[in-house]
């Protein structure tokens, strides 16, 4: 015990206290990957608040900025210096994204950004306080039906705009394609081209919380999120 208390990485719990005019991001996920890239592009300052120990840790290890707390708490959200952040975005399940938001709207007249699991929790997350809400769910509902009605695209497969600059784009898995047999993993797909996988059709069904160890098959269509260089 003594050893473990020893060698155990401190997290750290408060934004420098000279960070402002920036993002906070509550919760961690693929999604924000891409949003991370965007920010670094364009010079604009962000932190992530975490109370995943383990993806704080991995967080510390890529040298993404981060502190590590509850985000609804009125605390956790001061040491992210709220007082002088531009946008909060709120990235948790429904439930607590609401707390966030509640405990957001108390603190100041901040701008927030709720992302909702469920199209039809949108309008509590409105009433609690946020500016706007955003359902990935709903946004890759468009992707698909565009891509049901109009199967054919002139340039990258299923290519659809996501944000300015931006796409989601789909990518059948070619014969004898290197990536067949590989896991998400190992095909280091986002290390190699900036890109992230957001989703994986298997066997006719589509995840859209793809795992790393999940493998990529003959039948696998991948969702890509990024450039068009990437």
């Not at 991001?25 to 991370?36: A, D, H, K, P, S």
């Not at 565009?146 to 944000?163: C, H, M, N, Q, Y």
């Not at 280091?188 to 066997?203: F, L, P, Q, S, Y």
Request: charge should be negative.
């Amino acid at each position: 015990p003594w050893l473990e208390i020893t060698i155990k990485v401190i997290m750290p719990t408060k934004a420098p206290k000279d960070l402002n005019n920036h993002i906070i991001i509550c919760g961690y996920n693929r999604l924000v990957e891409t949003l991370i890239d965007e920010l670094k592009e364009n010079g604009i300052s962000f932190i992530i608040v975490e109370n995943v120990e383990h993806i704080v840790h991995e967080l510390m290890e890529k040298r993404i900025p981060c502190i590590y707390g509850i985000p609804s708490d009125e605390e956790t959200l001061e040491n992210a210096n709220i007082d002088k952040a531009r946008v909060l975005i709120a990235n948790k399940s429904d439930e607590m994204n609401a707390e966030i938001v509640l405990t957001a709207r108390e603190l100041t007249d901040i701008d927030i950004i709720a992302v909702v699991e469920e199209i039809s929790n949108a309008k509590y997350l409105r009433y609690a306080g946020a500016n706007r809400v955003v359902s990935p769910k709903s946004m890759f509902g468009r992707f698909i039906g565009i891509k049901a009605v109009d199967p054919f695209v002139s340039r990258l497969t299923g290519a659809t705009e996501f944000f300015e600059g931006t796409s989601i784009v789909e990518f059948p898995l070619y014969p004898k394609s290197p990536l067949i047999g590989k896991t998400l993993r190992t095909a280091a797909i986002h290390e190699r081209t900036g890109a992230n996988v957001v989703g994986i059709w298997k066997g006719g069904n589509l995840s859209l919380n793809p795992l790393g160890d999940d493998v990529i098959k003959e039948n696998s269509v991948l969702l890509a999120i990024g450039t068009t260089e990437q």
